[in-house]
Structure formats: structure tokens, C-alpha cells
């Protein structure tokens, strides 16, 4: 993903520097060391957070792929929009785009390929339980790349 992030080029500056840490530190509150509240976006930037990462960085890893959606349907959307300003530009957006279409591997996938469920699916074999919210979060962000 972060490969992809390098070779956007309508994204420049300090943006394109913002872009690609965020494409290398979305997943990190995967880590089991990070694990809080147990929804990565969250945990994640808590962490990046802690340690003085950037905050607009920080606040990217937070609301990746519409993480918003997914923290409403576990009660914790008033703590992450309260810690972490939603941002509306072309950096969220690339990272959006970016995160669905980079399988679990770094594999190319199609918007396509991510909506038909492969993507999510893949993901949602660690999150069973959630699985119908990543799904709605994720037909979300795809609508909106529309
Ligand atoms: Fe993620």
C-alpha cells in the first residue's frame, strides 16, 4: 500500500509526506502490544499518539477506510471523532482508495474485486464478529470513491 502511496502524484508536498506515513502506520493498532479498545483505527493512533507521531498522521490512521462507520456501530465513534478531527481531502481519499485495493499480501486488487467481498472477507476472517460492520464501512468508502 504505502508503494502505491509513493507513486500517486496528484498528491504532493507535505500531503504526499502525510500520505505515505499514514499508508505504513494504518494497520499498526493490529499490533497485539497496542490492543485497547480492540478496533485497530482507534488503538492505533492512540498509540502513534502516546509516542508524538504527527498529528495530522495520527489522525489519518485513525479514520482510515471511513473507521468512523465501523466506531458508531461498536459505541465508539463519540471518542474517535472527539480525539481525532475527521478530514475530508485528497490524502484521505488516496488512502481509502489505496487500502482497498491492496490485499492483505500487497497484492494489486480492483475496486471491483473489493466490493465483490474478497478484500473484506479476507479481513473479516480476524474480525468474525464484525464482519457485517467492516462490510458496511467498506460499501461506504467504496461509494464514496464513486
Ligand atoms: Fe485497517
Redesign the pocket.
Known amino acids: 500500500m504505502a508503494k502505491k502511496a509513493g507513486q500517486l502524484g496528484a498528491v504532493t508536498g507535505s500531503d504526499a509526506d502525510t500520505l505515505m506515513a499514514a499508508a505504513w502506520l494504518?494497520?499498526v493498532?493490529?499490533a497485539a502490544a497496542l490492543a485497547e479498545e480492540g478496533f485497530?483505527?482507534l488503538d492505533g493512533a492512540r498509540w502513534l499518539r502516546r509516542i508524538g507521531y504527527d498529528p495530522r498522521v495520527t489522525a489519518r490512521v485513525a479514520h482510515?477506510?471511513c473507521?468512523a462507520i465501523e466506531a458508531e456501530l461498536r459505541g465508539l465513534a463519540d471518542e474517535l471523532l472527539a480525539e481525532f478531527p475527521w478530514e475530508e481531502s485528497a490524502v484521505s481519499d488516496a488512502l481509502r482508495y489505496f487500502?482497498l485495493t491492496t490485499g492483505p499480501e500487497g497484492e494489486r486488487m480492483t475496486v471491483d474485486g473489493a466490493a465483490g467481498g474478497d478484500q473484506i472477507a479476507v479481513?473479516a476472517t480476524d474480525l468474525n464478529r464484525w464482519f457485517d460492520d467492516v462490510r458496511a464501512a467498506a460499501g461506504h468508502a467504496l461509494a464514496s470513491l464513486a
Request: no cysteine; net charge negative.
Open positions: 494504518h494497520d493498532g493490529y485497530h483505527p482510515h477506510s473507521a487500502d479481513r
